[in-house]
């Protein structure tokens, strides 16, 4: 594999870097201890400091977009290992998230849908040459592999929220992050076509069920979008699960719910 096709965009760095100004933000604006916090205080604080305020919405949107990137690099990175040698001139391997995006419909709105309704919906895409890949399986894991980077990043940040001593805002705003990571991890691994779950099994699936996948592709989920947001079972049910999982990796459940407050302060 060519070193310059898998060498991070400076852009990359940017996003990273933006998470950092919101993580040092909520450095600046912790008056305790993690292990002595009252959360109700906490929050009573938050909404009153700018700074802390403006530190966690830097640190999840940061956060969040770096997240996508990965997510997409982790796609194309098992593709082109597989076989599909297409991914690297298309620069999916740079980890500029402008070759995953569209704009709005990538980036703006799952950050708007996250903003509103808490749920991290998918962002970008790569392309990918399935009929390149060698194998079933290889086509398999490149679906998973997005998914399972989610899982990765959600457990490695709940494990620094768990080992480390943190200030109470940066404890605050990595577990929720870790939460966000988690719920991606969840939605996409549904087997729902048009998600990575769907991806996952579609090579292993009859070609009547690979061609109504196809074609249900593009509005299956708006519907799972519609009915985790619309029906209360159905999305209590998404995040009962999305919790079970978080619990597993080792997440706190009260201060990624602070975080989730935090983040959402305007509501």
């Known amino acids: 594999m060519q070193r310059s096709a898998v060498r991070p965009s400076p852009l990359f760095f940017a996003i990273l870097a933006v998470a950092v100004a919101g993580a040092v933000l909520l450095v600046v604006e912790s008056p305790f201890p993690t292990t002595d916090f009252d ?7 938050l909404d009153h400091q700018v700074l802390g305020t403006l530190g966690i919405i ?14 997409e690099f982790g796609h194309a990175l098992v593709a082109y290992r597989g076989g599909d040698h297409e991914v690297a001139a298309k620069g999916y391997l740079t980890m500029d998230i402008r070759r995953y995006t569209d704009p709005v419909l990538s980036l703006v709105l799952p950050l708007l849908l996250l903003a509103i309704g808490g749920i991290p919906l998918p962002g970008g895409a790569v392309w990918i040459n399935r009929w390149a890949l060698r194998s079933r399986s290889v086509s398999s894991w490149v679906s998973l592999a997005g998914p399972l980077s989610n899982l990765a990043i959600g457990a490695v940040l709940t494990a620094v929220v768990a080992l480390v001593q943190l200030p109470a805002g940066l404890a605050i705003g990595l577990s929720y992050l870790a939460l ?18 769907f991806g996952a099994i579609e090579p292993y699936l009859s070609p009547q069920a690979r061609e109504f996948g ?10 799972l979008f519609a009915l985790i ?6 999305g209590q049910a998404f995040f009962d ?25 305007w509501l």
Do not use: C, M
């Open 39 to 45: 959360g109700q205080v906490f929050i009573t604080s």
């Open 58 to 71: 830097l640190l999840i949107i940061g956060g969040w977009a770096a997240s996508l990137t990965l997510h």
């Open 180 to 197: 966000l990571q988690i719920l991606a991890f969840v939605l996409n691994i549904l087997p729902v076509p048009g998600l990575d779950g």
């Open 214 to 223: 196809a074609k249900a592709r593009p509005w299956a989920p708006l519907v």
């Open 229 to 234: 947001i619309g029906l209360d079972p159905v």
């Open 241 to 265: 699960l999305s919790y079970a999982v978080f619990d597993v990796v080792g997440g706190d459940d009260r201060l990624a719910v602070i975080g989730a407050e935090g983040f959402r302060f």
